[in-house]
């Protein structure tokens, strides 16, 4: 008994320690970016030598988180990280106080793949497009979520010509300077949903995204950001956060290309929803809505075209007492078996909210649904509308179709308001004011 009891704790504790390893770290905060000598540049990502590249990290722009204090291991690879070019010693690079202490020369920190890492530098890239990848990690197995990296590219149009036998020696040819262009990529609020960047709309700092180039993924840092790339052409590819309550604005994705000498420039809007204020059917049928409901609440509620299960008109009439009961029975007992039904119930729902302050009418919300009802008036080719626009669609609709049960070629419209309305009354599709929080997974 003592052993199988024995055998079973080192296999509980075997299990543990097999979650524990499946439990992944955190993203590694900071930046790193290629410069040049002068340490100062922090756009540079094309070179005309492999001697001229550097390596820095820290906050990329004023208020960046800083990389976390010690030493890291640095190595360069192909595009894709399957051919080690070169690595350096452990310990290579050290960050004090969130920054490199020093910008460091790849060539001289690195140390060949082909030569079993004992030759100072890096291989050439089999990258026809002559691009590079460097790692900063401090762990020297490079995990990634211990990594930053950062995408170079080396000019390649003049590889070392091979030595041939001659009595004058020939001086070697200077590389010709790589033909460039520059890459600017920022993203912004759209407050107001039109998907321009007007002024006053604010740029959003650490949105990601993707740069496709000469067949071949650079996958470069966060907005705002700008490069240096070989001319050619370019498709740039702004990523989704994890957050599902953000909206693109703008094409996710923008091809150009890229001349030598020309700076082009890539914008991305962007905007989130949530809550504006709303209050659910659920509660103004119970005590704390009924509380607040008055006569002239009743009187604009029996003025909109609201109607029972059975397409026929729903009025609130009588005493208050009686109003605020038939109105509990109203909303409570609203279904889809007659969707004008339902959406009369969401409709009555919001006209309250707004009725008593708690939505501003002319709040935007998103319901890009809408678009299956035809022309709404009001309604954006980004598919935003105000709360006032879309009460008034709703009870045009209600007017035009009282009965719209299983069949009915008008039900599908009003299923796309009743939901437009139901978002709103639950606060999840309001147009935001500032940008809402948001993060990237790998």
Excluded at 44 to 52: C, S, T
Excluded at 178 to 204: H, L, M, R, S, W
Excluded at 398 to 418: F, I, M, V, Y
Aim: hydrophobic share 35%; charged share 15%.
């Amino acid at each position: 008994m003592k052993a199988n009891k024995r055998c079973i704790w080192i296999a509980f504790i075997a299990v543990l320690a097999f979650c524990s390893n499946l439990r992944a770290d955190p993203p590694l905060p900071g930046a790193i970016f290629t410069t040049d000598s002068t340490c100062t540049e922090v756009n540079q990502n094309i070179f005309d030598n492999k001697e001229d590249v550097y390596v820095d990290g820290g906050p990329a722009h004023p208020g960046a988180a800083g990389l976390p204090d010690g030493s890291y291991c640095v190595q360069v690879t192909d595009p894709s990280g399957a051919t080690v070019l070169g690595k350096s010693d452990p310990g290579a690079v050290t960050v004090v106080d969130g920054e490199f202490v020093q910008c460091y020369q790849l060539t001289s920190i690195l140390k060949t793949g082909s030569s079993g890492f004992t030759v100072p530098g890096y291989d050439d890239t089999p990258n026809p497009g002559g691009e590079y990848k460097v790692w900063v990690s401090t762990d020297c197995d490079f995990i990634n979520n211990s990594t930053k990296t950062d995408n170079f590219q080396v000019n390649n149009t003049n590889p070392t010509p091979t030595p041939t036998p001659s009595a004058t020696p020939t001086a070697t040819p200077s590389p010709t300077p790589c033909p460039k262009g520059e890459v600017c990529v920022t993203t912004f609020y759209d407050a107001n949903v039109n998907g321009i960047q007007d002024n006053g709309e604010q740029e959003i700092t650490g949105w990601e995204f993707r740069v496709f180039g000469h067949n071949n993924l650079h996958l470069w840092k966060q907005t705002p950001r700008c490069a240096y790339v070989r001319a050619g052409d370019y498709a740039v590819i702004e990523r989704h956060p994890n957050e599902l309550n953000w909206i693109h604005n703008t094409a996710t994705e923008v091809e150009f290309d890229v001349d030598t000498g020309y700076t082009e420039n890539v914008t991305f809007g962007n905007v989130c929803v949530g809550a504006g204020g709303g209050f659910t059917l659920a509660y103004w049928s119970n005590r704390n809505g009924q509380q607040l409901e008055t006569r002239n609440d009743f009187a604009a509620l029996t003025a909109l075209n609201l109607v029972t299960g059975q397409g026929t008109a729903q009025d609130f009439t009588g005493t208050l007492t009686q109003s605020k009961t038939l109105l509990n029975q109203f909303l409570l007992g609203a279904n889809t078996t007659n969707m004008a039904n339902m959406l009369s119930a969401e409709l009555a729902t919001m006209k309250l909210n707004v009725l008593h302050g708690f939505v501003n009418g002319s709040a935007l919300v998103y319901a890009p649904g809408l678009s299956t009802c035809g022309t709404v008036t009001g309604l954006s080719s980004l598919g935003f509308i105000s709360i006032n626009d879309l009460m008034t669609a709703a009870n045009q609709s209600l007017l035009d179709h009282p009965l719209t049960q299983a069949g009915s070629p008008d039900r599908a419209c009003q299923e796309t308001l009743k939901n437009a309305l139901n978002d709103a009354n639950n606060n999840k599709s309001f147009v935001q004011s500032s940008p809402c929080p948001f993060s990237f997974g790998d």
